[in-house]
């Protein structure tokens, strides 16, 4: 029997006492906090037979953590706005039913938090489940148009796509005449140490050495990032660059430790040779969304790996906390969701050991066959992520999730 308390600490072990405190205290917030927080959990926890066995469905590129929070907006490499997933730490070769599992009982979780009824969140889960196969049976990836959408999807994209750099300049950084430092509120961002300063700014000029411009990644200042629930503890930096002049041409970046895939750790699939954990988060990210995220790059530094690309605001993400969310607002955005995981499905497919289209397309047309196992299964692991928070919440309540300082 798996010790739930035992299990977390385990885990995360290791990480930053400051920002592992946070992250327990998020997953103590709610269920659906809890789902975010403990990936490698809701993996021990699956089944290995029925609708999760290896032969039981395609073999697909996943994001591996695919839940309510993990789509938002960003701008591509080509400047423009996209909506997709945008999460790929979990990212692995595994049965395409493990990602569509992991995103149904997100929604089922979250159902308080979107003020909605048992029989709602089903609903949405239905919709998801139909919206989904219904682009995997066109057997063609696509992406999300900012014209034609709407509600939540709508203002997240209108929202990166009018935002100007100064203006995001100044809601993260202090100004002083023509010099900026990053804002540590406690919210976004915490102060560095000397240590990891030095680290990181040695980092960065290996990077700076390979660049058209070395220039650019100039390092003005760096503190310690607070984002998400899962990965919060691993070592994560906001970094300020020259960029293209200071003030107003200065740049944010984001560099994130690179960490194995909870879903590959129970997997008997054979997974291709990575260079590093950096390498597969950053290849199948490229692979899977319909175009990049700015700055994209694997890095290896000092025996770890990182992640370096643009700085993607926690606000930039669908959050269940946002004024257009509710049960109507996640409804509107539903189909946006469930279009962005099948194409990232099928835009995968083929490579490495990954089903080819024409076997998306015929699990798409079949889903009168699976539609109601993958929702009983999702009810199950539901009800399971709900008894492991009460038995996390406890343990919380009672001292026992608290952490040492380093």
Known sequence: ???????????????????????????????????????????????RGGAFAMNASPHAWICGDAHLENFGSYKGDNRLAYFDLNDFDEATLAPVTWDLVRFLASVLVAGDSIKATQAQAEQLCEEFLNAYATVLASGKAGWVERDTADG?????????????????????????????????????????????????????????????????????????????????GVDRFIILVRGKGSPDGNYLLDLKQALPSAPQQRLPLRQPAWPSQAARVVTLQRRMQAVSMAFLEAIDWRDTSYILRGLLPSEDRVSLC??????QGVRGAICAMAGAMASAHLRSGGREGSAIADEFVAFGAAIALWRAPMLDAAKDMAQQVKADFQTFASAYDAGRLEVAAA
């Open 1 to 47: 029997m798996t010790d739930v308390v035992a299990s977390l600490l385990k885990f995360n072990q290791g990480r930053d006492p400051e920002r592992l405190t946070m992250k327990f205290a998020r997953m103590r917030a709610s269920a659906f906090g809890f789902l975010r927080g403990s990936c490698h959990l809701f993996y021990e926890r699956l089944p």
């Open 152 to 232: 939540l999807v709508r203002a997240l994209l209108d929202d990166v796509r009018c935002r100007t750099r100064p203006e995001f300049l100044d809601r993260r950084t202090l100004r002083e005449g023509k010099r900026r430092s990053i804002r540590c509120d406690g919210k976004h961002a915490l102060t560095a140490t000397p240590e990891q300063r030095a680290a990181v700014i040695a980092l960065l000029a290996d990077v700076a050495r390979r660049a058209p411009d070395p220039a650019f990644y100039e390092v003005l200042d760096v503190a310690r990032r607070i984002a998400g629930t899962g990965s919060l």
């Open 322 to 327: 946002a004024p257009e969310s509710g049960f």
